[in-house]
């Protein structure tokens, strides 16, 4: 199996990434209701359409977060380097 | 004109100025393998974006989704939930796969197991289940687009016909173009996608407008009011308006997910 060199996104950008699924995937019990209506919609549906709302802000903190680790060019001489072909 | 005639007329129109675009877009590039499946790794921030926005959109956006909603209702909403998830899933992934591939002239997912597990067998297996596991997708896509073009020709075009048409026109643009081809009729679809949301955007705000002036009628005639009470308990049009928005913000997260992959 071969080793390949690819960044591995901060801890911050993948905490970021997980509340989208925090507010979506495994809390279904907390907001799965119909009542309060907001807007004419059913609690669920409000909740979904919102959180489509924030992912991309929780998008852009993540890409924020990643930026000055991928801008800095790939042979950076003061990153130690890491075997590439190792088994 | 009849109403038949129009939708004939406008679907040909559509279909011409796709397959001219999907032929056209190889037009002053030498096609070898690479510029076929990988567009020469030369495709820019937009084209790119364009090219997953058109991976999305499938007939389930237009049939699937709808008609599950229609006829499961409550379960659809499933559909709200996993769509700005695996953008999410896709921004983690995606650069690194991108950055290897360039790296090593990566063409097909096959390839990437090659270098990773350097397993002929496995390769072979990955690209065998690529290609058998798109046969019921495509299979899926086709019924989807045969249904549509039957409906919308109001019955004039058979679905096996309109399959086949059209499957000869992708067929042959994508064997010309390659992903160019493909990725320039996105760029037409997602043209065709913005014009139909304001469409529908704009009706939907006429619609809430006129439902709101029968309300505040009904309400001043107390006399009439449970025959009208009972016309408005048909879902309002705030329902229809929320309907779009999946799709519309699904451009926002696609987005952030590939201008990561080109800022690299």
Same mark, same amino acid.
């Given at each position: 199996?071969?080793?390949?060199?690819?960044?591995?996104?901060?801890?911050?950008?993948?905490?970021?990434?997980?509340? $989208?699924?925090?507010?979506?995937?495994?809390?279904?019990?907390?907001?799965?209701?119909?009542? $309060?209506?907001?807007?004419?919609?059913?609690?669920?549906?409000?909740?979904?359409?919102?959180?489509?709302?924030?992912? $991309?802000?929780?998008?852009?903190?993540?890409?924020?977060?990643?930026?000055?680790?991928?801008?800095?060019?790939?042979?950076?001489?003061?990153?130690?380097?890491?075997?590439?072909?190792?088994? | 004109?009849?109403?038949?005639?129009?939708?004939?007329?406008? +679907?040909?129109?559509?279909?011409?100025?796709?397959?001219?675009?999907?032929?056209?877009?190889?037009?002053?590039?030498?096609?070898?393998?690479?510029?076929?499946?990988?567009?020469?790794?030369?495709?820019?921030?937009?084209?790119? !974006?364009?090219? +997953?926005?058109?991976?999305?959109?499938?007939?389930?956006?237009?049939?699937?989704?709808?008609?599950?909603?229609?006829?499961?209702?409550?379960?659809?909403?499933?559909?709200?939930?996993?769509?700005?998830? !695996?953008?999410?899933?896709?921004?983690?992934?995606?650069?690194?796969? !991108?950055?290897?591939?360039?790296?090593?002239?990566?063409?097909?997912?096959?390839?990437?197991?090659?270098?990773?597990?350097?397993?002929?067998?496995?390769?072979?297996?990955?690209?065998?289940?690529?290609?058998?596991?798109?046969?019921?997708?495509?299979?899926?896509?086709?019924?989807?687009?045969?249904?549509?073009?039957?409906?919308?020709?109001?019955?004039?075009?058979?679905?096996?016909?309109? +399959?086949?048409?059209?499957?000869?026109?992708?067929?042959?643009?994508?064997?010309?173009?390659?992903?160019?081809?493909?990725?320039?009729?996105?760029?037409?679809?997602?043209?065709?996608?913005?014009?139909?949301?304001?469409? %529908?955007?704009?009706?939907?705000?006429?619609?809430?407008?006129?439902?709101?002036?029968?309300?505040?009628?009904?309400?001043?005639?107390?006399?009439?009011?449970?025959?009208?009470?009972?016309?408005?308990?048909?879902?309002?049009?705030?329902?229809?308006?929320?309907?779009?928005?999946?799709?519309?913000?699904?451009?926002?997260?696609?987005?952030?997910?590939?201008? %990561?992959?080109?800022?690299?």
């Amino acid at each position: 199996m071969r080793q390949l060199d690819v960044k591995r996104p901060s801890l911050g950008a993948v905490i970021v990434g997980l509340i $989208p699924f925090a507010a979506t995937c495994f809390s279904v019990r907390l907001w799965d209701r119909i009542y $309060p209506m907001v807007l004419g919609m059913p609690f669920n549906f409000f909740w979904l359409v919102l959180w489509i709302l924030i992912t $991309p802000l929780c998008m852009w903190f993540a890409y924020r977060l990643e930026r000055p680790r991928t801008s800095e060019p790939p042979e950076a001489p003061s990153q130690p380097k890491r075997e590439s072909r190792a088994l | 004109m009849s109403a038949n005639v129009i939708a004939l007329g406008m +679907m040909s129109g559509i279909v011409a100025v796709g397959a001219i675009a999907g032929f056209y877009a190889s037009h002053r590039h030498k096609m070898d393998l690479e510029q076929w499946t990988v567009g020469g790794r030369g495709f820019g921030l937009v084209l790119v !974006w364009l090219l +997953m926005a058109g991976e999305v959109y499938t007939t389930f956006t237009f049939l699937g989704a709808s008609g599950w909603a229609y006829s499961r209702g409550g379960p659809a909403l499933y559909i709200l939930g996993y769509q700005p998830l !695996w953008a999410v899933v896709s921004f983690y992934l995606l650069p690194q796969i !991108w950055e290897v591939g360039r790296k090593y002239r990566l063409q097909t997912q096959a390839d990437f197991f090659q270098l990773r597990y350097g397993s002929k067998y496995l390769t072979a297996f990955v690209a065998l289940v690529g290609v058998v596991f798109l046969i019921p997708y495509l299979q899926l896509q086709l019924t989807g687009l045969g249904i549509i073009v039957e409906v919308a020709s109001f019955q004039s075009i058979g679905r096996a016909p309109a +399959m086949v048409i059209a499957f000869s026109i992708v067929a042959a643009f994508v064997f010309v173009s390659g992903v160019r081809g493909v990725a320039w009729v996105s760029v037409i679809k997602d043209v065709l996608l913005l014009c139909r949301h304001l469409c %529908r955007y704009c009706r939907t705000l006429y619609l809430f407008r006129r439902h709101r002036t029968d309300v505040r009628c009904t309400r001043t005639r107390q006399a009439s009011a449970s025959a009208d009470a009972r016309r408005h308990q048909e879902p309002g049009p705030r329902l229809v308006l929320l309907n779009g928005s999946p799709d519309f913000f699904g451009f926002l997260h696609v987005a952030a997910s590939v201008c %990561r992959q080109l800022y690299r």
